[in-house]
């Protein structure tokens, strides 16, 4: 039983990290129609980001923090102006090379500006970690979890309550029809996209002092915040939330019963799953043009 | 038209040949030699993926996977089971064929982006699997002890032996693709680059080409892999990792999509390479990320034909400048 409970623990630790991953998929998909290939490598810039500006820099934790999703999100602003506006023929094919083209890049930029090994950075509070029905709970779960309903909620008045976030939405429904009632597109692509690429700095931010973290850290990350946004229905906050828990949490008794060497095929195997038997995800209601 | 169209391809075939044993005979330096085998081995890898992602327009960011089953299987089955080399490939290029024809059937029907990250998915839990199943593949530390090709009592050390070998496999290769290309077959696969459901209105079969033409490209990767294997004699998970699908794209994107001839520059530019910049290996990816991005944002059909492109306009604004001086 106390097993039982630190393997949740640590699943939905890992889970809302890949939830967070998961909701910057789903932003920019719903305004966008597109999928980032280079999202987890804004995870990497994240974390590594974080550990310059605190560790390296000593900033104390809130301005580093700030520090490093604004930068973070001017990567993104620099990706789509550059390279994703100036595309020609926006075909998937196209797009989807284009990202990889960036994510390889800034996995190499990575590699030059941190090298090779791995990086760690120590807990956000002094707090040890206690313990819970017989299970640690590490301080940082509490700090991932609050962040990650920080986000949900700070989405959800985006999307309801402001204007920028209402005409977001109507760009997602139709990209014309919102530019003809003087809504411009554009710009909201590019507020997509910084968006998007802050929830991956953020998602970094706070996976860095649970793990240890590298250049190459990002593309496995992705995949797994791509697979949790398929899980629950890309497109949805909620269908991100629950499939990144989910997954963190199917991952983490994977790892516990089977074999540790499993864990990042547990990922895959279900992104497989679900891609062949229910494309719309668990709580995709629309069903969206996958085939 | 058509004896005319043939004698050219036989003239085109002939001449190629020639300059490959010209090449072979030339070259005595064996770095050269073993440099020149690589890139026809990569050659053979893009001309797979060409087929797939340049005629029939489906992406896949996880074809080391089929390099690797091939490199795997061929040395599992000589060095933990004694089988001659020749039937190891057999073996290989088979279990490859239906991995990819069991993979290609549920895989295929996604489309676009779901693809992309469905192939990539893949071929992540193949480089996990050579990693993992340490009995079989030795997992990180590789295997060793390949043994060398040999026909009859010809042994095909590195060298010159070599070095035929691999470009006879190529030129056959080619010869294999342009003729798939220029047949019903292959309108068919533009057709579907085009427009799948406008295909499948004119009648083509398209679910059950692409499925072929995926197995068609793995088989390729998996001969590649098997050349590689005996070329280099040992073989280890890192040789088959994402950054080698990567690779592998990068190079149909620098040749261009849809051209059989490029898939030898994209090969070549990505070996010489390295080899020419030393600096190149910190630099590697950053270079292949630029390539891939400025490329497909300038000159979506791939460099050469993009190239190919801009001459063209350039002449037909060049000879009649008079009546449409922007082109």
């Given amino acids: 039983m106390q097993e039982l409970l630190q393997y949740f623990f640590s699943g939905i630790t890992n889970g809302a990290i890949y939830a967070i991953i998961a909701l910057g998929f789903s932003m920019l998909y719903n305004a966008t129609g597109l999928i980032n290939f280079a999202q987890g490598e804004f995870v990497m810039l994240g974390a590594l980001g974080l550990i310059t500006f605190w560790r390296g820099l000593e900033l104390p934790l809130p301005v580093a923090f700030v520090a490093t999703v604004a930068g973070v999100s001017l990567v993104g602003l620099v990706l789509e102006r ?108 590019l507020l997509a996209f910084a968006l998007s690429s802050a929830m991956g700095g953020v998602g970094g931010i706070l996976i860095a002092p649970i793990t240890m973290s590298s250049y190459d850290m990002g593309t496995m990350l992705g995949l797994k915040g791509f697979c949790a946004a398929m899980l629950g229905g890309l497109g949805s906050s909620w269908g991100s939330i629950v499939g990144g828990l989910l997954l963190g949490i199917l991952e983490a008794f994977g790892v516990g019963f089977v074999s540790s060497s499993l864990r990042d095929a547990i990922a895959f195997i279900l992104l497989l799953l679900i891609l062949y038997v229910r494309p719309t995800g668990i709580l995709g209601a629309k069903a969206v043009q996958r085939f | 038209m058509r004896g005319l169209e043939n004698r050219n391809s036989h003239m085109k075939y002939a001449l190629f040949s020639l300059s490959i044993v010209l090449t072979g005979w030339w070259v005595s330096n064996p770095y050269y030699l073993q440099l020149l085998t690589f890139i ?30 091939g490199a795997y299987t061929t040395a599992i089955a000589t060095v933990h089971w004694n089988w001659p080399p020749w039937l190891g490939l057999l073996l290989a290029l088979g279990l490859t064929a239906v991995i990819a024809f069991l993979i290609a059937l549920p895989m295929l029907k996604l489309t676009g982006y779901y693809l992309g990250m469905g192939t990539l998915g893949f071929g992540m839990i193949f480089y996990i699997l050579f990693r993992e199943w340490t009995g079989f593949t030795g997992g ?188």
């Fill in chain 1, 82 to 189: 550059l390279a994703i506006r100036s595309v020609r023929k926006p075909h998937p094919i196209v797009l989807i090379i284009i990202t990889v083209g960036a994510s390889i890049l800034l996995r190499g930029v990575g590699m030059l500006q941190w090298g090779k090994d791995a990086h760690s950075a120590p807990s956000f509070s002094r707090l040890s970690s206690f313990e819970l029905a017989g299970a640690t709970l590490l301080p940082q779960t509490l700090w991932i979890l609050g962040s990650l309903l920080l986000i949900v909620l700070g989405l959800q008045f985006f999307y309801k309550k402001t204007l920028t976030g209402k005409a977001m939405q109507a760009c997602a429904i139709s990209k014309r029809a919102a530019s003809l009632l003087g809504i411009p597109s554009e710009r909201m692509v």
């Fill in chain 2, 40 to 69: 026809g081995i990569y050659t053979v890898l893009a001309l797979g993926l060409n087929m797939l992602m340049g005629y029939a327009g489906q992406i896949s960011l996880g074809h080391a996977a089929f390099y690797g089953i």
């Fill in chain 2, 140 to 327: 990180t530390s590789g295997l060793v002890g390949i043994p060398p090709l040999s026909i009859g009592a010809l042994t095909l050390d590195t060298g010159s032996g070599y070095f035929y070998l691999v470009w006879g496999i190529v030129v056959v290769c080619f010869v294999i693709c342009e003729r798939i290309v220029n047949s019903r077959v292959g309108r068919a696969l533009r057709a579907i680059h085009d427009s799948e459901r406008a295909a499948a209105a004119m009648g083509v079969d398209t679910s059950r080409l692409k499925v072929w033409v995926f197995v068609l490209s793995a088989v390729f990767a998996s001969l590649a892999g098997f050349l590689y294997a005996h070329l280099v004699t040992f073989i280890s998970p890192d040789s088959f990792d994402f950054i080698v699908s990567i690779r592998i794209v990068t190079m149909v994107v620098i040749g261009g999509m849809a051209s059989i001839w490029g898939s030898l520059l994209g090969a070549s530019v990505l070996t010489f390479l390295p080899d020419w910049l030393h600096v190149f290996s910190d630099y590697e990816m950053v270079v292949y990320g630029l390539i891939l991005m400025v490329v497909m944002i300038f000159l979506p059909q791939g460099f050469t034909r993009g190239m190919l492109d801009i001459y063209e306009r350039a002449r037909s604004r060049y000879s009649r400048p008079s009546t449409s001086p922007q082109g």
